[in-house]
């Protein structure tokens, strides 16, 4: 998942660039459109589960981020797989083929707060993203298929002599 977090001036947004930083609120698998159950403080590299107590840091989970604090812009990248497994724990409802859904429901960013969601604007006001998971079978068929191009490469070499024995 890739986002970008950008004050707007054209538009009208302003920010300060001491308050360049970035929270947000994301429902997730089943229960996406009903509630937020996974935060991340996108600029202290956290995430939690919202209303529950403490922070989990994201080192080493693929998360990273960059922030400019001269055009108000933050980007930030988060391993699909990491919405699929939960690996550290947080509590959060994972996405699956089943209940694919991810929706952004509330921004702290810039000094400002974004509601959004169901209970303020609509059930997509701030965005549903519904991203193709693959289904277990498919990554079976392509391993199945990357197994069976590297045998008939080695059944080829060895053909027309191309193999070489490791000593």
């Excluded at 400002?112 to 549903?128: E, R, T």
Aim: hydrophobic share 40%; net charge negative; charged share 15%.
């Amino acid at each position: 998942m890739y986002g970008t977090i950008s004050a707007d001036p054209a538009a009208g947004g302003t920010y300060d660039s001491g308050l360049n930083f970035s929270n947000l609120y994301f429902g997730t698998g089943a229960t996406a459109t009903q509630g937020s159950t996974l935060g991340i403080e996108i600029t202290n590299d956290d995430a939690f589960y919202p209303g529950g107590l403490g922070t989990t840091s994201l080192a080493g989970s693929g998360f990273s981020y960059t922030d400019n604090a001269t055009t108000g812009v933050i980007t930030f990248t988060l391993p699909w797989s990491f919405l699929e497994t939960d690996p550290l724990g947080i509590g959060f409802d994972k996405v699956s083929a089943a209940d694919p859904e991810v929706m952004l429901r509330l921004s702290q960013s810039f000094g400002y707060s974004v509601a959004g969601g169901v209970a303020n604007f609509g059930s997509d006001d701030l965005g549903v993203e519904t991203l193709p998971v693959p289904e277990a079978s498919s990554w079976m068929l392509l391993g199945l298929g990357c197994f069976g191009l590297a045998f008939a490469s080695r059944h080829r070499l060895r053909r027309v002599g191309g193999l070489v024995p490791l000593a």
